[in-house]
């Protein structure tokens, strides 16, 4: 296994003219949606790295656009898309209304830290995702000791660094800007649940 996994092609999400990569919640127009809408943000950057037929960066518009259509299927509730199930739900009808066969895959990781999956088990989901160059949608409910990662949020982990011995570090994007967090540390530290999506097509 190569120590630094990332999907093909980030240069998908670019958004042309600026120096983003991947969309950001605060580009909805409504308080609401800025507020509520990291989880309609994380599946529009899915749907614009695997399903958006232009092979290329986009324009701030389009981006826009697909998170206006997404936002129509992943709609937050009270407390947001607090759920794995919440999330793929809604994203799965998004893709179902385009008549695109697929497949969810998810991970929960569960509140109680005894009844929490090993490291490794985490890596070998998200390894399966990047494998097979699909994104992976990350919902923390608590970022734990994980200081640049926002709590209570959606983000998407683009690429796996396995370089370093006692830790794994992910890389992701949030609000149109990559970052890369310690993924062994938020498990360890994390006091609540969360989770990863993504899908095959």
């Given at each position: 296994?190569?120590?630094?996994?990332?999907?093909?092609?980030?240069?998908?999400?670019k958004?042309?003219?600026?120096?983003?990569?991947?969309?950001?919640?605060e580009?909805y127009?409504?308080?609401w949606?800025?507020?509520?809408?990291c989880?309609p943000?994380?599946?529009?950057m899915?749907?614009?790295?695997?399903?958006?037929?232009?092979?290329?960066?986009?324009?701030l518009?389009?981006?826009?656009?697909?998170?206006?259509?997404?936002?129509?299927?992943?709609?937050?509730g009270?407390g947001?898309?607090?759920?794995?199930?919440?999330?793929?739900?809604?994203?799965s009808?998004?893709?179902?209304?385009?008549?695109?066969?697929?497949?969810?895959?998810a991970f929960?990781?569960?509140?109680?830290?005894?009844?929490?999956?090993?490291?490794?088990?985490?890596v070998?989901?998200?390894?399966?995702?990047?494998?097979?160059?699909?994104?992976?949608?990350?919902?923390?409910?608590?970022?734990?000791?994980?200081?640049?990662?926002?709590?209570?949020?959606?983000?998407?982990?683009?690429?796996?660094d396995?370089?370093?011995?006692?830790?794994v570090?992910?890389?992701?994007?949030?609000?149109g800007?990559?970052?890369i967090?310690?993924?062994s540390l938020?498990?360890?530290?994390?006091?609540?649940?969360g989770?990863?999506?993504?899908?095959?097509l």
């Open positions: 296994m190569n120590d630094l996994l990332t999907l093909k092609n980030i240069d998908l999400l958004i042309e003219g600026t120096e983003l990569i991947g969309c950001n919640q580009w127009s409504k308080p949606q800025r507020l509520s809408g989880g943000t994380a599946a529009s899915i749907a614009l790295y695997q399903i958006d037929p232009k092979k290329s960066a986009k324009t518009d389009e981006a826009k656009a697909t998170m206006n259509r997404v936002w129509q299927y992943v709609t937050p009270f947001g898309i607090n759920r794995l199930d919440r999330f793929y739900n809604g994203f009808k998004y893709l179902g209304s385009m008549n695109l066969t697929h497949q969810h895959h929960e990781i569960p509140k109680e830290v005894t009844h929490r999956p090993h490291l490794s088990q985490v070998d989901f998200i390894v399966a995702g990047l494998s097979v160059d699909a994104p992976i949608a990350f919902l923390n409910l608590n970022n734990g000791k994980v200081h640049n990662l926002e709590a209570y949020h959606w983000v998407l982990i683009t690429g796996l396995l370089s370093h011995p006692s830790i570090l992910a890389h992701i994007l949030d609000g800007v990559p970052l967090i310690d993924l938020w498990l360890e530290t994390t006091t609540s649940s989770g990863f999506v993504y899908f095959t």
